[in-house]
Nanobody, 131 residues
Framework: QLQLVESGGGLVQPGGSLRLSCAASGFTLDYYAIGWFRQAPGKEREGVSCITSSTGTTYYADSVKGRFTISRDNAKNTAYLQMNSLRPEDTSVYYC????????????????????????WGQGTQVTVSS
């Protein structure tokens, strides 16, 4: 059974850092596109960062460019989101999602990232940025 489990969330002061993990089981992450999404109360779920191709093409939302870094460790079957210089507006529940690369037919990186929503999801981890 395909499963994604996020961890690493918590409470951090503005300017601090967190690293989120997304551990996959029941499938091999090597062949999957991975996305990190977040949803704050009363807001729509938004794409934060994705790996959209087998060659490692990445996408970052403008709001996190230069602060967040997505990565994957295929040996550990785990994806990561390193979040630096955190701001109060980064406060959200963060989710990871995965979909097979072959299922992505969109052309642009941002479209491919959005399409990852149609894959499998984890349960989410809360990130709170507050002093």
């Amino acid at each position: 059974q395909l499963q994604l489990v996020e961890s690493g969330g918590g409470l951090v002061q503005p300017g601090g850092s967190l690293r989120l993990s997304c551990a996959a089981s029941g499938f091999t992450l090597d062949y999957y596109a991975i996305g990190w999404f977040r949803q704050a109360p009363g807001k729509e779920r938004e794409g934060v960062s994705c790996i959209t191709s087998s060659t490692g093409t990445t996408y970052y939302a403008d709001s996190v460019k230069g602060r967040f870094t997505i990565s994957r460790d295929n040996a550990k079957n785990t994806a990561y989101l390193q979040m630096n210089s955190l701001r109060p507006e980064d406060t959200s529940v963060y989710y990871c999602a995965a979909i097979p690369f072959m299922a992505l037919v969109a052309v642009t990186t941002s479209q491919r990232c959005a399409a990852i929503r149609h894959g499998s999801w984890g349960q989410g981890t809360q990130v709170t940025v507050s002093s």
